[in-house]
């Protein structure tokens, strides 16, 4: 056998089994237990989506796994069911009751921006913008965002919003994910652009997990670029808060684009942990640092937290839940982590406190 295809044969196995370890790892990505209670609230999430429609009649399986075309974007709005009483983060028993319109019909994006521009009027209220990670369905991303409005005890509540670009929604597609990730890159710069220009709420939250802080890190990256070229270097913040949740991005990357991502969002907060073992297999693959794991200090207006103890699976990967929540909503009302009491300072970071 020749040598380039001994190479080959050997780097085929060797993805084969990266791909195995980091989907195993990356397994904590998707939602968690359903439980059945009696009574229920609906959320309305809005959401643009590149993936494609499936034609099931079943609203949990609307969008499928793939795009048609990842130029095409979908807008609409979903309607959220939960259970009442339910523990904040815990999206047992939630579901998707329907949308408006239906998806097949959509909105186009200027009826999409006037529509939720009319709900912002209305409540004088901010707007939390979900991305997703790895392996995650349309209905997931949707699930998560309504429990971001319903479960930070705020008033007004915020108004949820989800970017859902197409995950394989597999184990053992992590790569594709990745290259799905890049195909969106152009569309999620134009969404952060327009609910920039196109919306007044109170304040925009951004907020990234695992996988889908690396594509906020795309899109703000273009929108800097695009912002320059035409504003110049007098490029205005767009946004309050960029909360990333255990981002799986290369902490180098982050650090070579922070200058885009700190002129666009007033204050940065990375949520860290030392025990998250799914980007400890992503880090393992690529070789890099990731921001995830990382403890490094990147200045003002950068709060990186260890949120170690609020892990509530055992791959760490996951913190939604009371304390995680307690910390987050005091993110999203501005208060600086110097004066939570939710954290303890140490060294040049905060630890999550118990």
């Known amino acids: 056998m020749k040598l380039s295809?001994?190479?080959?044969?050997?780097?085929?196995?060797?993805?084969?089994?990266?791909?195995?370890?980091?989907?195993?790892?990356?397994?904590?990505?998707?939602t968690a237990s359903r439980q059945t209670?009696?009574?229920?609230?609906?959320?309305?999430?809005?959401?643009?989506?590149?993936?494609?429609?499936?034609?099931?009649?079943d609203p949990e399986k609307t969008f499928g796994n793939k795009s048609k075309d990842n130029q095409i974007v979908t807008f609409g709005q979903a309607r959220v069911r939960m259970p009442t009483g339910h523990q904040p983060g815990n999206a047992g028993g939630t579901s998707i009751a329907g949308y408006e319109p239906d998806p097949r019909q959509g909105l186009l994006p200027g009826a999409f921006y006037t529509k939720m521009e009319a709900g912002l009027a209305s409540q004088s209220a901010p707007m939390i913008v979900y991305v997703h990670g790895f392996n995650n369905s349309f209905a997931?991303?949707?699930?998560?965002?309504?429990?971001?409005?319903?479960?930070?005890?705020?008033?007004?509540?915020?108004?949820?919003?989800?970017?859902?670009?197409?995950?394989a929604e597999s184990l053992f597609a992590y790569a594709r994910d990745e290259e799905t990730v890049h195909l969106n890159q152009n569309n999620l710069r134009r969404f952060l652009a327009h609910l920039h220009t196109s919306t007044k709420p109170s304040k925009i939250i951004l907020i990234g997990h695992s996988m889908g802080c690396r594509a906020l890190t795309f899109g703000l990256r273009d929108y800097f670029f695009e912002e320059i070229m035409t504003q110049?270097?007098?490029?205005?913040?767009?946004?309050?808060?960029?909360?990333?949740?255990?981002?799986?991005?290369?902490?180098?990357?982050?650090?070579?684009?922070?200058?885009?991502?700190?002129?666009?969002c007033h204050r940065i907060t990375?949520?860290?942990?030392?025990?998250?073992?799914?980007?400890?297999?992503?880090?393992?693959?690529?070789?890099?640092?990731?921001?995830?794991?990382?403890?490094?200090?990147?200045?003002?207006?950068?709060?990186?937290?260890?949120?170690?103890?609020?892990?509530?699976?055992?791959?760490?990967?996951?913190?939604?839940?009371?304390?995680?929540?307690?910390?987050l909503r005091q993110v999203v009302q501005g208060a600086p982590a110097t004066a939570r009491t939710t954290l303890a300072a140490e060294a040049d970071i905060f630890r999550l406190k118990k």
């Open 37 to 57: 209670t009696g009574g229920t609230t609906e959320v309305g999430v809005f959401y643009a989506t590149s993936r494609m429609i499936t034609g099931s009649a």
């Open 270 to 327: 990375i949520y860290t942990s030392q025990h998250d073992l799914a980007l400890k297999a992503s880090k393992s693959l690529h070789q890099y640092e990731s921001l995830g794991l990382s403890q490094i200090t990147m200045g003002k207006g950068v709060d990186v937290i260890d949120a170690s103890v609020a892990r509530n699976n055992f791959l760490g990967h996951s913190y939604d839940g009371p304390l995680f929540f307690r910390d």
């Open 140 to 167: 997931e991303a949707a699930h998560r965002a309504a429990h971001f409005s319903a479960d930070l005890d705020l008033s007004p509540k915020p108004v949820p919003v989800i970017f859902s670009w197409p995950s």
């Open 5 to 30: 295809a001994l190479l080959s044969f050997h780097l085929f196995w060797v993805q084969r089994f990266a791909g195995l370890t980091i989907a195993v790892a990356l397994i904590g990505c998707s």
């Open 232 to 264: 110049g270097w007098h490029v205005s913040q767009a946004f309050d808060e960029l909360v990333l949740i255990e981002p799986d991005v290369t902490a180098d990357y982050f650090k070579q684009n922070l200058i885009a991502a700190k002129a666009l």
